[in-house]
Nanobody, 116 residues
């Protein structure tokens, strides 16, 4: 059983920055890709960013240029650097790891609140 754990959420003012981290019980490079999603209470979970095992990255338009997804190989983590945060970025952020066989693993989420 693969365990995925997010960390790094918190309260930040608009325009501020946070870095989220995702640790897995398997080497992150063994996954086909890893992604960040977010969910606001009462709304559907929304895809935010993906990084493939080859290092390719994609982002939802609303975070393009503000968020960066990257792997820290020494820490075996996938990270989401979030800059110039806006109140509409407030959500629970989830890490998703997809195996080469297509099985997906989810963490329990970390709350990000952007408010003055």
């Amino acid at each position: 059983q693969v365990v995925v754990v997010e960390s790094g959420g918190g309260l930040v003012q608009p325009g501020g920055s946070l870095k989220l981290s995702c640790a897995a019980s398997r080497r992150v490079v063994d996954f086909q890709d890893m992604a960040w999603y977010r969910q606001v209470t009462g709304k559907q979970r929304e895809w935010v960013a993906t990084i493939t095992r080859g290092g390719s990255t994609t982002y939802i338009d609303s975070v393009q240029g503000r968020f960066t997804i990257f792997i820290l190989y020494a820490d075996n983590t996938v990270n989401l650097q979030m800059n110039n945060l806006k109140p509409e970025d407030t959500a629970v952020y989830y890490c998703n790891a997809k195996s080469t066989s297509g099985v997906e693993y989810w963490g329990k989420g970390t709350l990000v609140t952007v408010s003055s």
